[in-house]
C-alpha cells in the first residue's frame, strides 16, 4: 500500500503572499489531519477533516483553512503569510470513524517565508 | 485541555532497556494515549496507543496506571537506530479534550554505542 503524500515537498513564499499544500491519503483512509512543527514550538495540530467535514481544529488564526475531496484528498491553505509561517507543514491520515488515533504521517511540507 | 510532560532529552547505550514517561494530569475519560517516534526530516510514525493498564507490541510496551494521569514507554534492548524524538500523544476524537489532539513536546533519545 503506498504511504500518505504530500505535494510539494519544499516550496518558499514571500509574506503576503498565499499557498497552497495538498496531501494524498493511504487508500481507504478517510480520516486527513494537518499539522505543524516549528523547533520552537514542535508539532502543533491544526484541523482535521472526515468525509469532506472538518471535524476537528485547532488553535490556529482563520488564515489557515482546509478542505477535503471526495476522494479522501486534502488541501490546507494559509494566506497572508507571515515569517511565523515558516515550518514543516505535515499530513497524517487514519482510517477514522473511531476514537482510537493511529495515524500514518507523510514526509511533509518545508515552507519558508520570506 | 489535556496537556503533556516529557522529559526533553535522555541518553542510554545500546542494549538497554529505556523508559520515557509522559506526565497528563488532565487526561479525559474518553481520551487514549498513543506514542510516536521521529526521525530528523521525516513524519513521526506510530509505535503503540493505550487507554489503561498494559499494552505490548513487537517493538515497546506501554504502561498506563489506573489514575491514568501518566504513561511510560518502554523500549527493550534500545539499538543505535532507535536514536530519534518520541512524542508523547493524548486526545480522541469526540469527547476527550475538546477534540483537540495534543502533541508533548517529545524526548530526544540519544543512543549511544
Known amino acids: 500500500k503506498a504511504g500518505v503524500t504530500q505535494t510539494p515537498r519544499y516550496l518558499i513564499k514571500t509574506r503576503g503572499q498565499q499557498v497552497t499544500l495538498s496531501c494524498s491519503p493511504i487508500?481507504?483512509?478517510?480520516?486527513v489531519s494537518w499539522y505543524q512543527q516549528t523547533p520552537g514550538q514542535g508539532l502543533q495540530f491544526l484541523f482535521e477533516?472526515?468525509?469532506?467535514?472538518?471535524?476537528n481544529k485547532g488553535n490556529f488564526p482563520g488564515r489557515f483553512s482546509g478542505r477535503q475531496f471526495s476522494n479522501s484528498r486534502s488541501e490546507m491553505n494559509v494566506s497572508t503569510l507571515e515569517l511565523g509561517d515558516s515550518a514543516l507543514y505535515l499530513c497524517?491520515?487514519?482510517?477514522?470513524?473511531?476514537?482510537?488515533?493511529?495515524?500514518?504521517f507523510g514526509p511533509g511540507t518545508r515552507l519558508t517565508v520570506t | 485541555l489535556a496537556k503533556t510532560t516529557q522529559p526533553i532529552s535522555m541518553d542510554s547505550y545500546e542494549g538497554q532497556e529505556v523508559n520515557i514517561t509522559c506526565s497528563h494530569n488532565?487526561?479525559?475519560?474518553?481520551?487514549?494515549i498513543t506514542w510516536y517516534q521521529q526521525f530528523p526530516s521525516q513524519g513521526p510514525r506510530f509505535i503503540i496507543q493505550?487507554?489503561?493498564t498494559k499494552v505490548t507490541n513487537e517493538v515497546a510496551s506501554l504502561f498506563i496506571p489506573a489514575d491514568r494521569k501518566s504513561s511510560t514507554l518502554s523500549l527493550p534492548r534500545v539499538s543505535l537506530s532507535d536514536t530519534a524524538v518520541y512524542y508523547c500523544?493524548?486526545?480522541?476524537?469526540?469527547?476527550?479534550?475538546?477534540?483537540?489532539?495534543?502533541f508533548g513536546k517529545g524526548t530526544k533519545l540519544s543512543v549511544k554505542p
Open positions: 493505550g487507554y489503561k
Open positions: 488532565n487526561i479525559a475519560t474518553n481520551d487514549y
Open positions: 500523544l493524548v486526545g480522541g476524537i469526540y469527547g476527550g479534550s475538546q477534540g483537540n489532539l495534543i
Open positions: 487508500s481507504g483512509h478517510r480520516s
Open positions: 497524517a491520515s487514519s482510517p477514522g470513524g473511531t476514537s482510537v488515533y493511529e495515524q500514518y
Open positions: 477533516y472526515f468525509s469532506e467535514t472538518q471535524r
